[in-house]
């Protein structure tokens, strides 16, 4: 005998006048949970990767906000700034100089052995990176090549800083690079996903040079 789920005890009357004592049989019900479970599975992967990627892009708008705070600084305060980027933690941190610089050259700034200051405000305060994502590399170019890498930007009091990219790496290789341009005040994200983009965007960095 085939049990019923939902009915009640006294019979329901139909438009008709009709009893009616229909409900959902345990069978149904069964159908119904593997379909929506089949559905949770097939959207799972997307949601996923889509989580992934938002925390790439995420880490692309910390390093996007560091920048502009050490430019910003640097010309409206008239000294040295500095990212220092820690490789370990995934850390991010802006420093100022804080020698008095007053009436110096920027070749006398850059000249004398500096001495620097973490910013402690809310806007400057060290920052870090989502979970799971990495400071893969920070460099002159992409080259990718460790005797390359750096591991600190210095932002003139004017708020000029020689040209850089960021890389951040993510999930399943997904790369994010931020271009810090010595013409451009603003930083940008570049158009690559993959590991392999970048040997695009080096040549293409080559041919205009």
Do not use: C, K
């Amino acid at each position: 005998m085939t049990s019923r789920v939902g009915s009640s005890s006294r019979p329901r009357r139909s438009r008709f006048g009709h009893a009616d004592s229909r409900g959902f049989t345990v069978t149904e019900l069964m159908v119904v949970m593997v379909i929506m479970v089949l559905l949770a599975g097939l959207a799972a992967p997307r949601f996923v990767g889509s989580m992934r990627s938002e925390r790439l892009r995420t880490g692309g708008r910390v390093v996007l906000s560091m920048v502009q705070l050490a430019r910003s600084r640097a010309a409206s305060e008239g000294r040295l700034t500095r990212l220092d980027f820690d490789y370990d933690q995934g850390r991010i941190t802006a420093l100022r100089y804080v020698q008095d610089t007053q009436g110096e050259s920027d070749s006398r700034q850059e000249a004398r052995e500096p001495t620097w200051e973490a910013m402690t405000d809310n806007l400057g305060q060290a920052r870090e990176l989502p979970l799971g994502i990495t400071i893969r590399y920070v460099g002159e170019d992409l080259t990718m090549t460790e005797t390359r890498r750096l591991s600190e930007l210095v932002f003139r009091p004017d708020g000029s800083a020689d040209s850089a990219y960021v890389v951040l790496e993510g999930f399943d290789s997904e790369v994010l690079v931020v271009e810090v341009d010595d013409i451009r005040f603003m930083p940008r994200v570049l158009d690559v996903s993959r590991p392999e983009d970048l040997d695009r965007i080096e040549q293409s960095m080559r041919s205009r040079r």
